[in-house]
């Protein structure tokens, strides 16, 4: 039985092919979302702020499931991500979260590797309000992180504990 829902789920591309793929899948009209991030890169000549992905290979696309093959027929595109043995697929929530982070132009920190499950919190001010994440310890130091679990990736947000309050 076809799908007709539409859903964000995570692709795996070539390497360094992440926006020629967008590029491509917006041709062919599927929407896809690359996150960037600004990072200052030196040459020998000078420096430059460019924008690279934020998760290396990823890309996330929004379709239904009877657009799979074209999605995999598209240039750039490597697989589906499998999470529990069948396509994974992201919350639009944790897709709106990334974008606000994204979009306040803060310093992220990506890590790859899974944090233990904390309390969770909602962010009540400051840039990242509205964010329900989860409050842990790394490093004896408390932060915040974003979890995206359906591709095995957390985001550390540097907010204060002042615009945190605990989920009910």
């Not at 030196?42 to 074209?70: A, C, G, T």
Request: no cysteine; hydrophobic share 40%.
């Amino acid at each position: 039985m076809i799908d007709n829902t539409y859903k964000w789920y995570p692709i795996y591309t070539r390497s360094r092919a992440e926006k020629k793929t967008a590029e491509a899948l917006t041709k062919r009209n599927i929407t896809s979302y690359l996150p960037l991030k600004k990072v200052l890169k030196q040459w020998s000549d000078r420096k430059k702020v460019i924008e690279e992905p934020l998760l290396k290979s990823y890309l996330f696309i929004h379709i239904s499931s009877k657009e799979y093959n074209e999605v995999l027929m598209t240039y750039g595109v490597t697989r589906f991500i499998y999470f529990s043995g069948k396509i994974a697929s992201i919350p639009d929530k944790q897709l709106e979260d990334l974008r606000l982070l994204l979009a306040n132009g803060t310093d992220l920190e990506l890590i790859d590797y899974n944090i233990s499950p904390g309390e969770k919190v909602l962010i009540k001010a400051g840039p990242f309000k509205g964010i329900i994440a989860e409050l842990v310890s790394l490093k004896n130091k408390k932060s915040i992180v974003l979890r995206l679990e359906n591709i095995g990736y957390s985001i550390l947000i540097n907010t204060s504990m002042a615009f945190i309050e605990p989920m009910e």
